[in-house]
């Protein structure tokens, strides 16, 4: 928009030796736009060697002049506008992003406290006991958590026998497993986790199994060759 504008008024006050400090040249007529267009810090001055003048270029350059600050004032405008917009939004959301996880906690702490034995803390008995109770799953449901993904950090949260979690913690954690979240790094480091926890209990599974098969096939071998060291021996104290 500068650029433009400044090309037409060179063109029309490049030789106005009234005006040759503002518009002699394209750089320096771009930098009176932008001083005294935009940001007006000498617009009367600028306008004032102009406007009293009856020449044609000088009125056709006055009209141009403050179309341009119109035209910047609206775009200036706008852009703060935007920003305020921006800005409200941003704060509208988080206002209700906040009450809805205040909603959630204490909905979600009643129905961990009806099966908590009163220390605050939830054993993977209570919580098994509510994630099998269907109104408990469909608080949950309602609240947009995602239920599946829920039990499977559950199992990697109590994969310690014995283990006992914060209600606080517990209700964090079913709060991260919203569905309508988006991404964010949290997420991608807990299913991260999740992932190599599910495939080192695979790994593990795989290497017991493949122990024991091959303990089998050991055993079996060892009894075959013992039932041929047998025969061996009575066939040849027979033929003795």
Request: aromatic share 6%.
């Amino acid at each position: 928009l500068i650029y433009a504008f400044a090309i037409v008024l060179n063109m029309l006050l490049k030789d106005d030796e009234i005006v040759a400090d503002y518009f002699q040249t394209l750089p320096v007529t771009m930098w009176t736009l932008l001083m005294d267009g935009t940001l007006l810090l000498e617009t009367h001055v600028v306008l004032g060697y102009l406007v009293h003048r009856g020449e044609f270029h000088a009125i056709v350059s006055v009209a141009i002049f403050l179309i341009f600050v119109l035209l910047t004032a609206l775009t200036v405008m706008n852009m703060l506008i935007g920003v305020l917009c921006e800005v409200v939004t941003a704060v509208s959301e988080n206002e209700k992003e906040e009450a809805a996880i205040n909603v959630m906690k204490q909905t979600v702490l009643l129905e961990l406290k009806k099966f908590d034995d009163g220390d605050g803390m939830i054993s993977e008995v209570e919580l098994s006991e509510m994630m099998a109770d269907p109104a408990s799953v469909m608080t949950l449901v309602d609240l947009g958590i995602d239920v599946s993904f829920l039990q499977e950090l559950q199992v990697m949260s109590y994969a310690t026998p014995g283990a006992l979690i914060p209600i606080e913690s517990l209700i964090d954690q079913m709060l991260t497993c919203r569905s309508e979240l988006q991404l964010t790094v949290k997420h991608m480091v807990m299913q991260h986790r999740l992932s190599h926890w599910v495939l080192h209990n695979n790994l593990k599974l795989a290497e017991e199994r493949l122990r024991d098969n091959m303990e089998e096939c050991l055993s079996q071998l060892a009894q075959t060759l013992s039932n041929g060291s047998k025969k061996q021996g009575k066939h040849g104290r027979g033929g003795g």
